[in-house]
């Protein structure tokens, strides 16, 4: 039965992973969201995901509320709810990542990247919880990430890339960012309902967390764009030109361009801002480069919770059902060691490219290679189970 579980869940939450993805880049793609400026920002964005899964978590736990379910079998309890705040700050800093790299980047470019956490996951496992570390588990998990590497090999050995195929030092820094987010919540998963109080199911800890996260993403939304307005990041008093130029002048209307003009004068390679404007001109100025994503991190809490443009939302909030099933079916699953099932979550990695090349993009043989390879890994994972049972991590509460 448990092997049941494991198969049926993992297939849900492929399907849901593959989908917030597919969801993330479309929303971020101007081309579907009316063929205009996105003006929404990944904070934004991330705002109205987090409101979706809510959504969801509350129509799930007010249903079983309904069947008769005890109102105490929510409460998960004090160390449940540490882990739940930990997995939520973590989880807000890991959206925010997901839906500013789609912006960019196809997600069969830097998707990959963001798992190579998974190679570390036996070791956590280990520690945290003293679970088996078996061999087949050893060559298939590594086949899965060598797998993943494969489609990038020929980038990483000089190949001539297309622009749109290029991570850049952003992209590196948010790959880092997310796969220290993603590892640390499959670690504290685990954890989460190790010590979760006696018969509190996955919707009441999705629930919670939730709940946590849109408290983490409300007040960055606020606070950031007042430190932005403290700090005057958009109002700069000195631009490269070739970065004024692409970053700002090539994302405004002409209209937006000539008012920007009439107040920065090119200076040999640099763009200065002219003396003695007034306030009125001051905030003109940071409202126009505030749109154009001048400075990176501060433009992902810009803009206003309602936006001119509702086509993103729609895609976010759709991206926000398939989040609370695949976060639903994490939780199911974290009664088992991490390590012994995470890394079969991600076979959607496979037919990512596949799916990419419906859409347009370019599928390359090493991509091709690298879902072989990826499919072999999981296969050689699970060969296994009939020497051995899938192990159950032992619940603080019984």
């Given amino acids: 039965m448990e092997w049941i579980i494991l198969v049926l869940w993992i297939s849900i939450i492929n399907g849901?992973?593959?989908?917030?993805?597919?969801l993330n880049w479309m929303g971020n793609q101007p081309k579907f969201v009316g063929d205009k400026q996105i003006g929404v920002s990944a904070g934004v964005m991330t705002w109205w995901r987090e409101l979706s899964k809510l959504l969801w978590a509350t129509i799930a736990i007010t249903i079983e509320i309904i069947r008769g379910k005890e109102l105490k079998y929510f409460n998960p309890g004090y160390l449940s709810m540490i882990t739940i705040v930990i997995c939520?700050?973590?989880?807000?800093?890991?959206?925010?990542?997901?839906?500013?790299?789609?912006?960019?980047?196809?997600p069969h470019i830097y998707a990959p990247y963001v798992n190579i956490y998974l190679a570390f996951l036996p070791f956590f496992g280990k520690f945290l919880f003293d679970s088996t570390l078996r061999k087949e588990h050893w060559l298939g998990a590594g086949?899965?990430?060598?797998?993943?590497?494969?489609?990038?090999?020929?980038?990483?050995?000089g190949s001539t890339a297309?622009?749109?195929?290029?991570?850049?030092?952003?992209?590196?820094?948010?790959i880092l960012i997310i796969n220290c987010c993603l590892c640390s919540q499959q670690v504290l998963n685990n954890k989460t309902v190790q010590t979760a109080l006696k018969g509190v199911g996955p919707n009441a800890l999705v629930f919670w967390r939730e709940i946590w996260k849109m408290i983490f993403i409300t007040s960055a939304l606020f606070?950031?764009?007042?430190?932005?307005?403290?700090?005057?990041?958009?109002?700069p008093e000195s631009v490269d030109a070739a970065k004024f130029e692409n970053q700002v002048l090539g994302k405004t209307n002409?209209?937006?361009?000539?008012?920007?003009?009439?107040?920065?004068?090119?200076?040999?390679?640099?763009?200065?801002?002219?003396?003695?404007?007034?306030?009125?001109?001051?905030?003109q100025i940071k409202s126009v480069i505030s749109e154009t994503d001048y400075n990176r991190f501060f433009s992902l809490f810009s803009g206003n919770i309602i936006p001119d443009n509702w086509l993103p939302i729609l895609f976010v909030v759709a991206a926000g059902l398939t989040g609370y099933i695949y976060s639903f079916g994490f939780f199911k699953l974290s009664k088992f060691a991490a390590h012994l099932w995470v890394p079969y979550t991600n076979l959607w990695l496979a037919f990512l490219p596949l799916i990419m090349f419906l859409f347009g993009k370019d599928v390359t043989l090493a991509q091709i290679i690298g879902a072989v390879v990826v499919t072999g890994g999981l296969m050689v994972g699970v060969s296994d189970y009939s020497k051995n049972k899938v192990e159950e991590i032992e619940k603080k509460y019984k």
Avoid: C
């Fill in 88 to 106: 939520a700050f973590t989880g807000v800093i890991e959206n925010i990542g997901f839906f500013y790299l789609p912006r960019y980047y196809s």
């Fill in 16 to 22: 849901g992973l593959g989908g917030q993805y597919i």
């Fill in 254 to 283: 002409e209209t937006d361009k000539l008012f920007l003009l009439n107040n920065y004068n090119k200076v040999e390679d640099d763009y200065i801002l002219n003396k003695n404007i007034n306030e009125a001109t001051e905030e």
């Fill in 143 to 157: 086949l899965v990430v060598f797998g993943l590497v494969i489609p990038h090999i020929p980038y990483m050995l």
């Fill in 223 to 235: 606070i950031f764009p007042f430190i932005s307005n403290v700090m005057n990041i958009n109002l």
């Fill in 162 to 174: 297309k622009a749109d195929a290029v991570l850049d030092l952003n992209a590196l820094i948010w």
